[in-house]
Structures are given as C-alpha cells and as structure tokens.
C-alpha cells in the first residue's frame, strides 16, 4: 500500500519559486512511474505532472507547462516538484501519488496529507 508525505509548500508570494518533495513508501518506487496532482480551494483535484518509471518522458498539465518540472530520485525514494513563475491561481494542496495513464484523478484511493502553497493576488 502505496503512503506518501509532502513537504516544501509554504506561502510565496507571485512569481516566486518552490520545490515540493514527497517521499513515498511501500512500493518498488525505481518501478513506479509517479505523478503530482492538486487541489484549489473548492474545486477538484486536478493532474499536475507525471513522471515515467526511468525518469522520462514527463507530462504536464497544460497550465504548468513551462513553470513547472517533475523528476524522481530513485536513491530517495522520493520525488520533486520544482515550481517557479507562480501565480495565484496555483493556490492549492499539492499531492504526489503513484501515477497510473488508465486512471481519472477519483480513480484514485489513496492521498497524503498534501502540502500547502497559497500564492497571494
């Protein structure tokens, strides 16, 4: 059973940058492709980026494209959200999970905590 924590989020204001991180646990993570996902306040969960298995081929929601970059480590278990230009509408709790292209976002049963990254107007 796949668990997950993030971490990095924190108020920044517009334009500034982050990294989130989310370690994950109970799976052969070097076998996992992974993906990041969020959610705004009072809308749905929504796709971020996703990430292949050997570290290739990342996706991007069109929104992100260009601001944001996925990459894993396998050594760690963990994998990165680099976060940069942002704006205020990437206000949201940003989850990690292992990704899978057959899924919808309420396909899946498992999330973390999140992290939080409001991004004031």
């Known amino acids: 059973q796949v668990q997950t924590v993030e971490s990095g989020g924190g108020l920044v204001q517009a334009g500034g940058s982050l990294r989130l991180s989310c370690v994950v646990s109970?799976?052969?993570?070097?076998?996992?492709?992974m993906g990041w996902f969020r959610q705004a306040p009072g809308k749905e969960r929504e796709f971020v980026a996703s990430i292949c298995l050997n570290g290739g081929q990342p996706n991007y929601a069109d929104s992100v494209k260009g601001r944001f970059t996925i990459s894993k480590d396998d050594d760690k278990n963990t994998v990165y959200l680099q976060i940069t230009s942002l704006k205020p509408e990437d206000t949201a709790f940003y989850y990690c999970n292992v990704y899978s292209s057959g899924y919808y976002v309420n396909d899946y049963d498992y999330w973390g905590q999140g992290t939080q990254v409001p991004v004031p107007s």
């Open positions: 109970g799976v052969t993570f070097w076998k996992s492709a």
